[in-house]
């Protein structure tokens, strides 16, 4: 299949003339030249980056320096373009009102609007290796760069000092002073990951006291999970997560044979999972492989028929961004299970908002990411003492964070009470409390949700291993020895990624909107009366400092889920349909879109159903809305041309171009009745162009109607960036034009071509060839 077309006409965010030219100017756009550093007058003038000195560290004095010729794997992040517009259009793809309403970007739209530029990459890359640094690689969305170099090499670089501390008692490094580099790049430098080496855990606790009183080594099992929280309605009634991907973010490996046992035991199918390794990750079961197996397992529990993806990485910085990162960017699940985290203060305020890029465009894209909040209760971070901090990533206001509960079932598993989970004893809890970095999103409104700063959790789930999840693991790295009672917050992150997978498919087939990046249906659920509960409020117990209570709360957040219900009350919700972009005679403004390159992964549009021509039309499919089907599609740089950027109604529309040195078209063929009906050409075409010179032609689209044998017979229409304009109807009478050609076969063609320099992006939809008087 070819590549989904990941070329972006601009969001029109109501720009000024002046903001566009301003931001084509600091993209890179108007000059395609990279200055070199070397010569640059502003290279001895050196800016702190801030950041990087580890908050959690700063009451603990250095052991020592750290070795200068150890090498250190830096993943160096790169400041977003035009952060307000993106703020501006999450917003309004989550507003019902809006145009944008659930108009999802693409990886390489994303890229062409909002990712630094290849100038400021180049820019950064000619420093690194100006200074013996190496260059590792680029991300595609050119948000990351990785490089190499010894201590040594790096303190020189950016003028920092390493050294050497004890963090719960076990050694790592960390910079004593916040980096620096010249004043020309300083900008675009958003962190420089690497420079410290605190772990990242993953959040999951074993019990090995419990009696196997329900599944064969304790903990529940997929029955009473699905009764508990409403899932088994929903898996009865078809939705078990057929069709849907789940993404898995791991640092370590598994054993395929412990999950395979799993799934037998409980009748859930083959497995249906796949491994994707990124920055030379194996898959070999360490310390972690029983976070990995749980994950996998309880996911399994809730949506047997989904898709699994495991991306596995390094557990490093590199790592951990570069494994975010490739999820994001791949963009093949809409749903993502994380179980591994870090407190904020052990992370750093630069690392925070690196991440905090990531998933910025996990949500542009209608990504949502369910992540543990932690098994410390409140108390998150200790390095010595107990300090009151929340996890990271769940505090991440793009995140969903999933706190702990303790639940208790009645007969065959039917849901009795919870409470939060909290135990003083052994100081374990499910994770909440408010960020010191993000500040309180404008989702995050209703009772009790005051605080200036992001609270989390924001929903929750069992996780006391006392009460527990039936899982088999046999790694012996992690001291697996089969049927285990697993808990931690590791568990209440993929039971919600599991529900939310069936709830999205149920969605759909009830044309609905789905969950998108979830936080904004759910807070929704919470502010507004619902026909069916959709959480089960927790109002006993704590987690260690926060006290469950009525509504919302720092120790459970919204409650616990009744799936069916959340369903229900989202499919019976005001969101709707999209509003359909509005048609105009006059030319709009939009912000342009600017270069893009292909995504080498391909996610093809699939046919949902055969079509049929309707009366008097000789098309098949001419709304696009079964994919490509009927049509044959090309692209010089192998883009899908029938996608969802930007239909005039549906969901579909023939996108044509949008990036440099295009060559694009799609066609169809037809046999033309034997009559003398009247035959009507018509369609809807939007265009949206980078040139600024609108009096000359630079990107041409042409409509033509050839005979069999690809002879033109006419061109019916030329257009070019010039005729900029949103959606408009053309009519073009062809009988006389195909008089001579009654019951022979003729080919309907749009093409479109762009230059090298500023693309433009032709949009065809509503496509009718024939006879209207018979519609």
Known sequence: MK??????????????????????????????????????KSASINHV????????????????????????????????????????????????????????????????????????????????????????????????????????????????????????NRPVYAPRNEPSVPAVIAPLIQTIGGLSNLPIYPHHHVNKNVKPLIGPGGGFTPSELRTAYGVNQLISAGYSGSGQTVAIFELDGYKSSDVD????????????????????????????????????????????????????????????????????????????????GQCEQSSGNSELAALNNIFMQGAAQGQAFFA?????????????????????????????????????????????????????????????????????????????????????????ADADPASGYSIYCTASASNCSGWLSVGGTSASAPLWAGLATNINQYLIAQGKPVLGNAHIPLYNLYNNTQAYPPFHDVTTGNNLYYQAGPNYDLATGLGSPNAWNIAQDLAAGTGGTPTPIPTSTSTPSPTPPTTITPTRTPTPIPPTGTPSPGPGQLLTNGGFEQGNVGWTEYSKSGFEIVDGTYPYSGRLSAFLCGYNNCLDSISQTVTLPNDDSKIVLSYWLAIFTSERNNGRCYDNFAVTIRTSNGTIIRTVSSKCNRDARNWTQFSFDLTNTLANYRGQQVQLTFSATTNQYLPTSFFVDNVVLGNPTSA
């Open 49 to 168: 980056i801030p950041g990087h000195v580890i908050p959690a560290l700063n009451n603990a004095a250095p052991d020592s320096q750290t070795d200068p010729n150890n090498v250190l794997h830096l993943s160096i992040g790169l400041t977003l373009r035009d952060r307000d517009g993106l703020a501006t259009l999450l917003e309004r793809q989550n507003d019902p009102k809006s145009p944008y309403y659930q108009k999802y970007m693409t990886p390489q739209q994303f890229t062409a609007r909002f990712s630094p530029t290849q100038s400021s990459v180049d820019m950064v890359t000619n420093y690194l290796r100006s200074k013996a640094l190496t260059v590792n690689s680029v991300a595609p969305n050119r948000l990351f760069i990785d490089a190499t170099g010894t201590v040594k090499q790096v303190e020189d670089t950016f003028a920092v000092i390493i050294s050497n501390y004890t963090y719960n």
């Open 372 to 460: 543990a909040t932690g098994d410390s209760g409140a108390y998150d971070c200790t390095n010595g003492n107990s300090i009151l901090a929340v996890d990271s990533p769940s505090g991440d206001p793009n995140i969903v964070g999933t706190g702990g509960t303790h639940l208790t079932t009645g007969s065959g598993g039917t849901y009795s009470n919870e409470s939060a989970w909290g135990n003083s004893s052994d100081g374990s809890g499910g994770g909440g409390g408010v960020s010191t970095y993000f500040k309180r999103p404008s989702y995050q409104t209703g009772t009790n949700l005051t605080n200036a700063n992001r609270m989390v959790p924001d929903i929750s």
């Open 3 to 40: 590549n989904t077309q990941y070329q972006k006409w601009s969001l029109n965010f109501a720009l000024t003339a002046t903001v566009i030219i301003l931001a084509f100017m600091t993209s890179g756009v108007v000059s395609r030249t990279t200055p070199s550093f070397a010569t640059s």
């Open 261 to 340: 046992t799993y799934l037998s035991n409980y009748n859930l199918g083959a497995g249906k999972y796949s491994n994707v390794l990124v920055d030379g990750a194996t898959n070999t079961p360490g310390s972690g492989a029983i976070e990995v197996v749980l994950d996998m397992e309880v996911v399994s529990a809730l949506a047997p028929n989904a898709t699994q993806k495991i991306y596995i990485g390094p557990n490093s910085t590199m790592g951990v961004n570069d494994t975010y990162n490739k999820i994001v960017n791949d963009n093949l699940a809409k749903v993502t299970s994380i179980s591994w």
